[in-house]
């Protein structure tokens, strides 16, 4: 073929390709071979569809339990998005307010969309299956999510996740193996009758706690809120960036918890007698986010909405 009917655009590829190759050493003749070998990418193998679809596996034969699993996945498929994002933010260079605002913004989206969608466990499922086939998944709970802890970690100073009673004691130098004694979640995590660890709390410290520790320290000086101290308090896109910041804030530590409350509610409490939840988590204290009064960013709010923080649920309109 006449060299010069090849469309400049493809000989100009070549070349590119022909340097990448060249600097690693390698030979583009070979590359091509396998491209031109190479079977059609499909959109099943691409996702692995059939590994994804067969990742449900029920412990009991009520229909129902399927919802329960697929709705978390999907939920923990949600929570990687956010910690992607997060990941963008704290490793990029000289960030600028675009980058920040935009990251921010589907991170907002993705927790919307977690918010929204939790009517599927408090309307979806029938009650009596659930209540039977949850006594199958003992000691195992949500609270067990460690991507959910990863990411209050990665949103705020780790101060702000101590239990309200200790956070007076803490001082910029608190070291986080200190401060991790008195986590917050921990509370959740307590038998009702006894007050001491559950199962679903041990198993989950075994698993996760020197993780999360060392994510707090490394994310010390690169949490969401250390970057907007660091680069972002006197942008001229500060307003905008509060506003998601405050979106964000809501979306995590009101919004969510109080869907999650509105199903226990639903399942777990029933007059006289209020069920346990799986794992034997303090659903009651635990939930309701007035009782944690977990903020990730006090600063960005007025003392009257703190004083009413976790009463109900925060419409996103409100934010704008």
């Not at 990687?80 to 600028?96: F, G, M, R, S, Y």
């Not at 949850?134 to 705020?156: D, H, V």
């Not at 006197?234 to 979106?247: F, Q, V």
Request: with cysteine.
């Amino acid at each position: 073929m006449d060299k010069s009917m090849i469309d400049p655009k493809i000989l100009d590829q070549i070349e590119r390709l022909r340097q990448k190759y060249d600097v690693m050493g390698q030979d583009l003749s070979s590359y091509l071979d396998g491209l031109l070998y190479a079977n059609y990418l499909n959109y099943w193998d691409y996702i692995h569809l059939d590994t994804l679809l067969s990742l449900q596996n029920p412990k009991t034969d009520f229909p129902d339990e399927n919802i329960f699993i697929i709705y978390h996945q999907m939920t923990e498929l949600n929570f990687k998005l956010v910690l992607l994002e997060i990941d963008q933010i704290a490793n990029k260079p000289q960030i600028k307010e675009e980058f920040f605002v935009v990251r921010l913004q589907r991170v907002n989206r993705y927790f919307q969309m977690l918010t929204n969608s939790f009517d599927i466990m408090v309307d979806g499922m029938d009650r009596d299956q659930f209540l039977k086939f949850r006594m199958s998944l003992l000691p195992s709970s949500g609270f067990q999510s460690a991507q959910y802890r990863m990411i209050e970690i990665c949103a705020t100073d780790f101060k702000n996740l101590v239990s309200k009673e200790f956070r007076d004691e803490l001082s910029p130098a608190t070291p986080v193996e200190e401060m991790y004694k008195n986590i917050y979640w921990k509370q959740g995590a307590t038998e009702l009758a006894t007050g001491k660890k559950t199962l679903t709390l041990k198993k989950f410290e075994e698993k996760y706690s020197k993780e999360l520790i060392e994510l707090a320290a490394k994310y010390r000086g690169c949490n969401l809120w250390a970057i907007y101290k660091n680069h972002f308090i006197h942008s001229e896109r500060k307003a905008e960036i509060i506003k998601e910041l405050r979106k964000f804030d809501i979306l995590v530590n009101v919004n969510w918890p109080l869907s999650h409350f509105k199903s226990a509610v639903k399942y777990l409490q029933k007059d006289p007698e209020v069920i346990s939840a799986t794992g034997g988590t303090n659903w009651q204290k635990y939930l309701p986010p007035r009782f944690q009064f977990r903020i990730f960013y006090p600063e960005l709010w007025s003392k009257e909405e703190l004083e009413n923080w976790g009463k109900r649920f925060v419409d996103m309109e409100e934010l704008s």
